[in-house]
């Protein structure tokens, strides 16, 4: 998965902020977010990782979480299947 193209971010004091260029819609995201976005390059498995110990949630509730986040951004055009 990569991040499509047209959309600048930035991570400012610990949270991304995501501009499409095209439409000028922008969105930002909470620390968990963050997480993911930046690890966007790693397969689910090893992003669900990161997410369980940094934030200590279970699991099944970060890999749940997670596919759903990724899913609406995939929905948004902010990201891209490899």
């Given at each position: 998965?990569?991040?499509?193209?047209?959309i600048?971010?930035?991570?400012?004091?610990g949270?991304?902020f995501?501009?499409d260029?095209?439409?000028?819609?922008?969105?930002?995201?909470?620390?968990t977010?963050?997480?993911?976005?930046?690890?966007?390059?790693?397969?689910?498995?090893?992003?669900?990782?990161?997410?369980?110990?940094?934030?200590?949630?279970?699991?099944?509730?970060?890999?749940?979480d997670?596919?759903?986040?990724?899913?609406?951004?995939?929905?948004?055009?902010?990201?891209?299947?490899?």
């Amino acid at each position: 998965m990569h991040v499509a193209s047209g959309i600048a971010w930035q991570v400012i004091d610990g949270e991304a902020f995501l501009v499409d260029l095209d439409s000028g819609r922008s969105l930002g995201l909470n620390a968990t977010g963050t997480l993911v976005w930046t690890s966007l390059d790693e397969d689910l498995e090893d992003i669900v990782s990161k997410v369980t110990a940094e934030f200590g949630v279970a699991y099944d509730e970060a890999k749940r979480d997670i596919t759903q986040f990724i899913e609406v951004l995939k929905k948004r055009g902010l990201v891209k299947a490899d």
